[in-house]
């Protein structure tokens, strides 16, 4: 694993408790972060913050609904009293959320994933901005999904919100370059996690690992890499950037 040099800096990761954002804790903390792992599952998030200690790395856990505009603002408030300030954030949580066509998507399905998956995201970026304008800068990456590119049966909602968080990564990003803050998003293919095994049987898995070119699911880890080169200054030129880690899902 490549050493990334974020030494000296913190890092917030929503829904870190699980998954992909698990990963990115490892990751940005391996490369020497202070890392919060913010989770909806407090204990989750708090197990997930003591096992990187430890390893002798520093941390926090907060219970956070990303969902929950004045809940991200205080929990960015208390990071950035604790640690002095915030250099990286990663918005992240996420969920799957119902599986319907678009003629039979029911109202609370669509607020649920809209409200955690576009809005969260959203509060979340506001909130380190702020954070980091008045601190001279910072990185923030969003966890958008190939989904964030093309379209997927029976996932409007989530495809919006998808959707959203790019178009919003690059319009945040020139606001923001000169604040120092730079705004990139990442777009996962279908990855090894809890969000996806516990909603699929084994031939919708067999299919999926079918539309990558490499015929597998991604590895969590495999996002963690990309979202640790982005959080360090080697990505010093990118903002408003959605890159791809999905296996050549979407090169077909
Ligand atoms: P996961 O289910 O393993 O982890 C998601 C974490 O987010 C959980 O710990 C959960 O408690 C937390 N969470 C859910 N709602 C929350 C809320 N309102 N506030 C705070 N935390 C909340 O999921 P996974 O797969 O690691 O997904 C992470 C992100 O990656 C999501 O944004 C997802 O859409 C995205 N993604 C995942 C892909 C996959 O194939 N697994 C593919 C593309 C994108």
């Not at 020139?174 to 049987?201: C, K, Y």
Request: proline share 2%.
């Amino acid at each position: 694993m490549i050493n990334y040099g974020l030494g000296g800096k913190t890092a917030v990761v929503t829904g870190g408790a699980s998954g992909i954002g698990l990963a990115c804790a490892h990751a940005l903390a391996r490369s020497g972060a202070a890392v919060s792992v913010w989770d909806l599952n407090g204990d989750a998030a708090e197990e997930a913050a003591s096992a990187l200690r430890t390893h002798g790395h520093r941390t926090h856990s907060a219970a956070v609904d990303v969902g929950d505009s004045a809940a991200v603002d205080a929990a960015m408030d208390t990071v950035v009293r604790e640690f002095g300030r915030v250099h990286i954030v990663v918005g992240n949580a996420g969920i799957g959320g119902e599986q319907a066509s678009s003629g039979d998507y029911s109202d609370s399905g669509w607020r649920a994933v809209i409200n955690v998956n576009l809005n969260g995201v959203f509060y979340t970026q506001r909130a380190a901005i702020r954070a980091m304008r008045t601190a001279g800068g910072g990185t923030i990456i969003n966890m958008a999904s190939i989904l964030g590119q093309v379209g997927f049966m029976n996932a409007s909602a989530y495809v919006a919100a998808k959707h959203g968080v790019v178009g919003m990564t690059q319009a945040a990003a020139w606001e923001h370059a000169a604040d120092g803050v730079r705004i990139n998003a990442v777009g996962p293919g279908f990855i090894r996690t809890p969000l996806v095994e516990q909603s699929l049987d084994d031939d919708a898995l067999a299919f999926l690992k079918s539309q990558h070119a490499f015929q597998r699911l991604g590895e969590p880890q495999e996002v963690a890499e990309i979202v640790a080169w982005l959080a360090s200054d080697a990505a010093s030129f990118v903002t408003g950037a959605y890159y791809p880690v999905d296996g050549g899902y979407l090169a077909r």
